[in-house]
């Protein structure tokens, strides 16, 4: 007897099953690259898709941060300016409307009232306890 034990030969019209092993795996292996290489294409394109996102947001934040400059100088503006004189106007046009009973009637008709400062800023609108 022989020790050393033989490998069975195939047949002549079988073809050894290591050979179509490699083939399947070749075929599995260049799927695996295609999926990556759709994987890359796939992520940089949501990463330039996420980049421009971005750079448009921050666009628009800074344009949002100079439209509240603007209008924070404005009502600063309003608040130091206009809105003193319109009190002093409502005060005077009170004086008048009780000196002049004609104007009182119309004067209290409208029911003009007149603003306090800092009515339209609450950031310098007087506290109430």
């Not at 002549?12 to 695996?32: C, F, M, Y």
């Amino acid at each position: 007897m022989d020790p050393v034990p033989s490998t069975p030969q195939p047949a002549v019209g079988e073809v050894p099953a290591t050979v179509s092993l490699e083939r399947e795996l070749k075929s599995q292996s260049l799927l695996l690259q295609v999926v990556l290489v759709v994987l890359v294409v796939v992520l940089t394109t949501t990463s330039m898709a996420l980049f421009h996102q971005i750079r448009w947001l921050l666009a628009q934040a800074t344009q949002l941060n100079v439209t509240t400059q603007e209008l924070s100088r404005f009502v600063g503006d309003y608040e130091t300016n206009v809105a003193p004189q319109m009190t002093r106007l409502f005060t005077d046009l009170r004086r008048f409307a009780e000196s002049n009973a004609d104007f009182g009637r119309v004067f209290s008709k409208y029911r003009i009232a007149g603003e306090t400062p800092g009515a339209t800023n609450p950031a310098v609108a007087p506290k109430v306890r």
